[in-house]
């Protein structure tokens, strides 16, 4: 069974770079799947932030392509999220998530992270 876990601060001043770690268990990052970042924004749905796939090939949201970007550590098993020159707006829910057509998402818990001086 796949568990995911995210890891990272909880606040970020704006203009700072959020890094978050999504360790996982269960399945191995390099199996066929999207390795994905989503957030939900207080009071917002959910939005795709982008994902990693098999390969290291990552593909990201337009409205975010250009302060974001996903790497993965396969001896460590993770793959981790960078979000450039942050805003309040980014406040949100993160979240990692297994991906797939055929058989859904799993999801982490989620990880707060506030951004603000």
């Known amino acids: 069974q796949v568990q995911l876990q995210e890891s990272g601060p909880g606040l970020v001043k704006p203009s700072q770079t959020l890094s978050l770690t999504c360790t996982v268990s269960?399945?191995?990052?390099?199996?066929?799947?999207?390795w994905s970042w989503i957030r939900q924004p207080p009071g917002k749905g959910l939005e795709w932030m982008g994902a990693?796939?098999?390969?290291?090939?990552?593909k990201y949201s337009p409205s975010l392509k250009s302060r974001t970007s996903i790497s993965r550590d396969t001896s460590k098993n993770q793959f981790t999220l960078h979000l450039s020159s942050v805003t309040p707006q980014d406040t949100a829910v993160y979240y990692c998530?297994?991906?797939?057509?055929?058989?859904?998402?799993?999801w982490g818990q989620g990880t707060q992270v506030t951004v603000s001086s």
């Open positions: 998530a297994r991906r797939s057509v055929r058989i859904g998402t799993n």
């Open positions: 269960g399945d191995s990052i390099t199996s066929n799947y999207a």
């Open positions: 990693i796939g098999y390969s290291g090939v990552a």
